[in-house]
């Protein structure tokens, strides 16, 4: 699932994924760098982020 994350920081694209642990692991084989994080600033939600190849901030977010 796609959606637009909204922090202080500025705007980012993301995607919302079953696992964020599953999915650094799969980022990690494919030789893409993890970026930021892993982050769980609540118990409710856990995400990293990876960059594009133009440099723009990916995140992908677990919702516990």
């Known amino acids: 699932k796609f959606c637009w ?4 920081a500025g705007h980012f694209p993301g995607f919302e994924v079953h696992s964020v642990d599953e999915m650094m692991t799969f980022v990690k ?21 990876v960059l594009d190849p133009n440099g723009l901030k990916i995140q992908f977010v677990e919702n516990i």
């Open 5 to 8: 994350t909204t922090i202080r």
């Open 29 to 49: 084989e494919k030789g893409i760098a993890v970026h930021s994080g892993p982050f769980q600033p609540n118990p409710h939600i856990k995400f990293f982020y």
